[in-house]
Antibody
Framework: QVQLVESGGGVVQPGKSLRLSCAASKFTFSSYDMHWVRQAPGKGLEWVAL????????NYADSVKGRFTISRDNSKTTLYLEMNSLRVEDTGVYYC???????????????????WGQGTLVTVSS | QSVLTQPPSVSAAPGQKVTISCSGS????????LSWYQQLPGTAPKLLIY???KRPSGIPDRFSGSKSGTSATLGITGLQTGDEADYYC???????????FGGGTKLTVL
């Protein structure tokens, strides 16, 4: 069974940095695009970032662009999210998710997320 | 405020049927696959419907999905108390090259 296990969450002060990890197993990690999705306390799901299977494509939500960096190490089957200049509004549970992609003449898109991790809580507070 | 619009809440009695709508635009729902996710209290989201109307293995046929133009609908029949959860629609936006979720709908089984 596919496994995605996030780690690295914790309490951090505004302006500081944090690095999340998502350890993947039981599937060919290097064949799949991966995403980060977050959920503020009591709020809905918010898409954060994506990275293609081969690291050639990445994109970010406007709310994190320039502050967060998504990366992956296919040899370690691990996905990362480097979060800098953290704000109070970045507080929430961060999930990694495996994505199925569609690629055609116009580029690649994400079809859906078939597996999710259990999430890791990030609290930004002074 | 989400680009994909869902009703904040719906409710129905056990055994009844409920539908949840998801409205978007031609750059997202209109030209991409739509999926639905169920999030039970305190748990991670789970894929419920993919590619507009397909169910993953293990999802009962009480759950169905449809899409028409720039809108989609999740249907749940034979409601059970265990169906109480938040439901999210999601799709790709071709103009932004980003994924997006609806705001979520809380289902209450009275």
């Amino acid at each position: 069974q596919v496994q995605l296990v996030e780690s690295g969450g914790g309490v951090v002060q505004p302006g500081k940095s944090l690095r999340l990890s998502c350890a993947a197993s039981k599937f060919t990690f290097s064949s799949y695009d991966m995403h980060w999705v977050r959920q503020a306390p009591g709020k809905g799901l918010e898409w954060v970032a994506l990275i293609s299977y081969d690291e050639r494509r990445s994109n970010y939500a406007d709310s994190v662009k320039g502050r967060f960096t998504i990366s992956r190490d296919n040899s370690k089957t691990t996905l990362y999210l480097e979060m800098n200049s953290l704000r109070v509004e970045d507080t929430g549970v961060y999930y990694c998710a495996r994505a199925l992609r569609d690629c055609g003449g116009g580029g690649c898109s994400t079809r859906h997320f078939d597996y999710w991790g259990q999430g890791t809580l990030v609290t930004v507070s002074s | 405020q989400s680009v994909l619009t869902q009703p904040p809440s719906v409710s129905a009695a056990p055994g009844q049927k409920v539908t949840i709508s998801c409205s978007g635009s031609s750059s997202n729902i209109g030209n991409n696959y739509l999926s639905w996710y169920q999030q039970l209290p305190g748990t991670a989201p789970k894929l419920l419907i993919y590619e507009n109307n397909k169910r993953p293995s293990g999802i009962p046929d009480r759950f169905s999905g449809s899409k028409s133009g720039t809108s989609a609908t999740l249907g749940i029949t034979g409601l059970q108390t265990g169906d109480e959860a938040d439901y999210y629609c999601g799709t790709w936006d071709s103009s932004l090259s980003t994924w997006m979720f609806g705001g979520g709908t809380k289902l209450t089984v009275l």
